[in-house]
């Protein structure tokens, strides 16, 4: 059975950093794009970053371009999402979700995610 | 990027009567590949969201047949039969042709009348 646990959320002052991370098990982790996808309080759903299967290629939202870096650690079947700059709009549930294969659509399979909260 | 507009944003339905919502496009959703890439997920009072239907049509594991998605290039829909108790919540659709960015739909909040 697949699954994916998020950690590391928090309360954080603006302008500061947080790491996230996704353990995952129950499917071959390195054959998957894995993404982040964000939900702030009460709003709808925003995906911010996906990585591919050995990490050579990292896309994000433009909202968070040259502030997130999105990597994974295919050894220990994780995700990471460092966090830096934060801002009050940063603020959401952070879900890890399994991104799509050569032949599978994305975000068959969700985390329980992870909140990140941005105050002074 | 592409838009994802959503019909409508609120939607309350009486029990074991349908409901319908729309999803459109600003974009053709259809790959080179002959395929459409759209798709639609629920996502319960305070759980995560679930994939219900991927590529306009194919229900995910353990959808219930009451679901249902079609629709072609820019417009789609997705048709809940007879509406139970356990559908409420929010509906999104959801692209993955035109990426980055995968853009949701802002969401379709069903109720119970």
């Known amino acids: 059975e697949v699954h994916l646990v998020e950690s590391g959320g928090g309360l954080v002052q603006p302008g500061g950093s947080l790491r996230l991370s996704c353990t995952s098990s129950g499917f071959t982790f390195t054959t998957y794009y894995m993404s982040w996808v964000r939900q702030a309080p009460g709003k709808g759903l925003e995906w911010v970053a996906n990585i591919n299967q050995d990490g050579s290629k990292k896309y994000y939202v433009d909202s968070v371009k040259g502030r997130f870096t999105i990597s994974r650690d295919n050894a220990k079947n994780s995700l990471s999402l460092q966090m830096n700059s934060l801002t009050a709009e940063d603020t959401a549930l952070y879900y890890c979700?399994?991104?799509?294969?050569?032949?599978?659509?994305?975000?068959?399979?969700w985390g329980q995610g992870t909140l990140v909260t941005i105050s002074s | 990027d592409v838009v994802m507009t959503q019909s409508p944003l609120s939607l309350p339905v009486t029990l074991g009567q349908p409901a319908s919502i729309s999803c459109r496009s600003s974009q053709s959703l259809v790959s080179t590949d002959g395929k459409t890439h759209l798709n639609w997920f629920h996502q319960r009072p305070g759980q995560s969201p679930r994939r219900l239907i991927y590529?306009?049509?194919n229900r995910d594991s353990g959808v219930p047949d009451r679901f249902s998605g079609s629709g072609s290039g820019t417009d789609f829909t997705l048709e809940i039969s007879r509406v139970e108790a356990e559908d409420v919540g929010v509906y999104y659709c959801?692209?993955?042709?035109?990426?980055?960015?995968?853009?949701f739909g802002q969401g379709t909040k069903l109720e119970i009348k």
């Open positions: 979700a399994r991104d799509g294969d050569t032949i599978n659509p994305p975000f068959d399979y």
């Open positions: 959801m692209q993955n042709r035109h990426w980055p960015p995968y853009t």
């Open positions: 590529q306009v049509s």
